[in-house]
């Protein structure tokens, strides 16, 4: 079975321009979820969903940033206008149905925003 | 308040050499899960371990084992023998059951295994 996917995996962009990321959680898994990753930081959980479902969004730095689920199978999270703080690895994550808590990373999304 | 304390923040071994990773969380739930992720260079999370809280009994896969003690609040992470693909940096990870999985990560150990 496929893993769960992102896209872009670098994304590379210029201060106040929109980004958008992507993220196709494993079939079958009805929890997803949106990290950021700094030095800094480590990791931060921003916003997560349970079928389809905003959950939790007090992650969420600004209101720069949204989230959406439209459907099981896709979840984007858009920055608009970005900054370069903004620069980090994106990860997203989804967690089975029923299941025992653990989460099931993507391969991540490495922003750079110059 | 929840909380996971992984105090190493960067070991370096050498091949073949026992090292262990400390995990120390704070809850006050009676019902929880730990885990133990790997972030390799190549910079994905990867799943290792999951632990219920009622269930202290150590496991044991491979070269790999970790060590559960509440008494402690403790959840260590053994590599046997270590080898260079070892290195990475490890995370545990708290979440309190039916949460819907939010977990709390610890700051990771950066693990160095050189030849």
């Known amino acids: 079975d496929a893993g769960v996917i992102q896209s872009p995996r670098h994304e590379v962009t210029e201060m106040g321009q929109e980004v958008t990321l992507r993220c196709k959680p494993i079939?079958?898994?009805?929890?997803l979820f949106w990290y950021r990753q700094t030095m800094m930081r480590g990791l931060e959980l921003l916003i997560y969903?349970?079928?389809?479902?905003?959950?939790?969004d007090s992650g969420m730095p600004e209101d720069r940033f949204s989230a959406k689920m439209p459907n099981a199978s896709f979840s984007t999270l858009k920055i608009q206008p970005s900054e370069p703080r903004d620069s980090a690895v994106y990860f997203c994550?989804?967690?089975?149905?029923?299941?025992?808590?653990?989460?099931?990373f993507g391969p991540g999304t490495r922003l750079t925003v110059t | 308040a929840q909380k996971v304390t992984q105090a190493q923040t960067e070991i370096s071994v050498v091949e073949k050499e026992d090292v262990t990773l400390d995990c120390v969380y704070e809850?006050?739930?009676?019902?929880?899960?730990l885990f133990w992720y790997k972030q390799p260079p190549s910079g994905e999370l990867v799943f290792l371990i999951r632990?219920?809280?009622?269930?202290?009994q150590n496991e044991i896969s491979g070269r790999y084992s970790w060590n559960f003690q509440k008494s402690t609040s403790s959840f260590n992470f053994t590599i046997t023998a270590s080898q260079v693909v070892d290195s990475a940096v490890y995370f545990c990870?708290?979440?309190?059951?039916?949460?819907?999985?939010?977990?709390?990560f610890g700051k990771g150990t950066k693990l160095s295994v050189k030849p």
């Open positions: 990870a708290l979440s309190r059951r039916g949460s819907q999985g939010n977990l709390i």
């Open positions: 969903f349970n079928n389809n479902v905003p959950i939790d």
């Open positions: 994550a989804s967690r089975p149905t029923g299941g025992t808590d653990e989460q099931y």
């Open positions: 809850t006050r739930d009676t019902t929880y899960y």
């Open positions: 632990r219920n809280s009622f269930d202290e």
């Open positions: 079939s079958g898994h009805n929890s």
